[in-house]
T-cell receptor
C-alpha cells in the first residue's frame, strides 16, 4: 500500500531551526510537495522536489532523497506565525497526491 | 499566481437539506479539479477527481450519489452534498490542477466549513 509518515507534533523555539521529516512508500514517484496549513484554512504551497538534493527558498528549505524515500522541510529563524501544520504529499505514478497526516508545529517564545 | 475561490466559505444547514459548494479557478483554466474533506486534526482526504466535461472519479468509500460533482467548465466545479447529515459536517476543500507546467501543482481554494445540525 501507499504510505506517508511524518511526526504528529513538534515544538520549537522562536528564532531557532526545526527539521520536519517525511518518509514515503508510494507506487511511482512524480514529485514531493510540502504545504503549510494554518488552523481553519486551506493548505498553501511551500515547495516541490522531484530531483535529489536541497531546494532553498528564503527561510524554508526542502530536501529529497528518492533512493531512501525521504524528505525533510527545514525552517530557519522561526517566527510565531510559522505555527501551523506542515503536510507532506507525494505525487504517485497516476499523478495523484498521496497525503501525510501532517505535522503540527508549535512555536514557543 | 493561480487563484482558486470557493463559495460559500461557511454554511450551516438542517439535516436532510442539500448544500452546493462552488469552486472556481479565477485566472487559469483548470484541467482537473479535486475535492477533499478534512475532519478536525486529520489530514486531507481526497473524495473525488473531476475533469472538465467528464464524470468524476470517486475514491473508495465515497458515495457518488450523495456527493454530486459537476465540472461543467474549465473554471468551475461544484460539489453538492445531498441530504446532508451531522456526520457530513467537515471542512471541504477544492483544488485545481493545471498541465503544461514543470509540475502538476494543485492550487487550493480557501475551503468551505459545513455544519449540519
Amino acid at each position: 500500500g501507499q504510505n506517508i509518515d511524518q511526526p504528529t507534533e513538534m515544538t520549537a523555539t522562536e528564532g531557532a531551526i526545526v527539521q520536519i521529516n517525511c518518509t514515503y512508500q508510494t507506487s511511482g514517484f512524480n514529485g514531493l510537495f510540502w504545504y503549510q496549513q494554518h488552523a481553519g484554512e486551506a493548505p498553501t504551497f511551500l515547495s516541490y522536489n522531484v530531483l535529489d538534493g536541497l531546494e532553498e527558498k528564503g527561510r524554508f528549505s526542502s530536501f529529497l532523497s528518492r533512493s531512501k524515500g525521504y524528505s525533510y522541510l527545514l525552517l530557519k529563524e522561526l517566527q510565531m506565525k510559522d505555527s501551523a501544520s506542515y503536510l507532506c504529499a507525494v505525487m504517485d505514478s497516476n499523478y495523484q497526491l498521496i497525503w501525510g497526516a501532517g505535522t503540527k508545529l508549535i512555536i514557543k517564545p | 499566481g493561480a487563484v482558486v475561490s470557493q463559495h460559500p466559505s461557511r454554511v450551516i444547514c438542517k439535516s436532510g437539506t442539500s448544500v452546493k459548494i462552488e469552486c472556481r479557478s479565477l485566472d487559469f483554466q483548470a484541467t482537473t479539479m479535486f475535492w477533499y474533506r478534512q475532519f478536525p486534526k486529520q489530514s486531507l482526504m481526497l473524495m473525488a477527481t473531476s475533469n472538465e466535461g467528464s464524470k468524476a472519479t470517486y475514491e473508495q468509500g465515497v458515495e457518488k450519489d450523495k456527493f454530486l460533482i459537476n465540472h461543467a467548465s474549465l473554471t468551475l466545479s461544484t460539489l453538492t452534498v445531498t441530504s446532508a447529515h451531522p456526520e457530513d459536517s467537515s471542512f471541504y476543500i477544492c483544488s485545481a490542477g493545471t498541465s503544461g507546467r514543470d509540475y502538476n501543482e494543485q492550487f487550493f481554494g480557501p475551503g468551505t466549513r459545513l455544519t449540519v445540525l
